[in-house]
Structure formats: C-alpha cells, structure tokens
C-alpha cells in the first residue's frame, strides 16, 4: 500500500510512503512529514515574524489578544483559540484550558492534582495547568 503526501507544492517536493498496511505509527510519519516547515505569522516588537509550528510550546489567550510561546519568544498573533485549534486540530496541539493550547511534544511531565486538573511541565520548565474540562480528552490523545 503506498500512501501519497505532498508537502510544499511550490517546491514541488513530495513524499511517498510505501508500506504494507496504514497503522497508527504511519499515520504519525504522515502528520510529522505535514507539518515540516509549517509556520504561523506574528508579532514581535511591532515586527512581521514567523516561527515554525514545531517550535511551539503553547498558546495563551488574554484580554482579547492572542500569544504563542517557544523557548525564549513571545509573539503575539493574530488568530483567536477557536481558529488554532482548527487549524493544528491534526498536529500535536490540544486545548487544555479555555485560554491555552499545548504542543502535546514538548510537555515533560503531567502531574494529576487533588482538585482533578493536571498539572503539565514543559520542556522548558514552565508549568501550565490542565483544567478539568479538558483532562478526559488529553489522557485519550496521549492514551493514558
């Protein structure tokens, strides 16, 4: 079975994946080879960025103005949450509050708390909170 991807059509680079059956993890190759290279505009410093999809840690809503977060940036963009979570609905984001959404790959640890929210570490130490609403739909994404 040959599954056919094609990234990038101005390039014209594309990717083809021949295997005998589609399984989960081809379905992860295929998503991880769709999002090489994606990218999301922004603000920073009154300036035009862009910044990788991947380089992402999460998404933060706030008076009526919308961030995204790496490392070491902060870069406000222009989509609402309801808009991001559309449009990385088949990346490694999940909403885990009404004001955030997560890079479920760059979540360290996940720490359930006594009020049943999870506390989430992330990679670069910051701590985020899942709330109640939204633990039901992260353990099923991460199949815990």
């Known amino acids: 079975m040959e599954v056919g991807i094609v990234h990038n059509r101005q390039d014209g680079v594309c990717v083809t994946i021949d295997c005998p059956k589609v399984d989960e993890n081809i379905h992860r190759l295929k998503m991880h080879i ?81 009020n049943r929210t999870i506390l989430v570490t992330m990679d670069n130490e910051e701590c985020l909170c899942i709330s109640r609403r939204y633990v039901k739909s992260m353990k099923e994404r991460l199949g815990i």
């Open 34 to 114: 769709e999002k090489f290279d994606s990218r999301i505009k922004g603000s920073c410093n009154g300036e035009l960025c862009f910044v990788e999809i991947g380089d992402v840690y999460y998404f933060d809503a706030v008076d009526n103005r919308t961030f995204l977060y790496t490392k070491t940036e902060c870069v406000e963009v222009t989509y609402r949450l309801y808009e991001l979570e559309e449009m990385l609905a088949d990346k490694d984001f999940i909403r885990i509050s009404k004001s955030q959404i997560v890079n479920i790959q760059k979540m360290k640890s996940l720490v359930p708390q006594i």
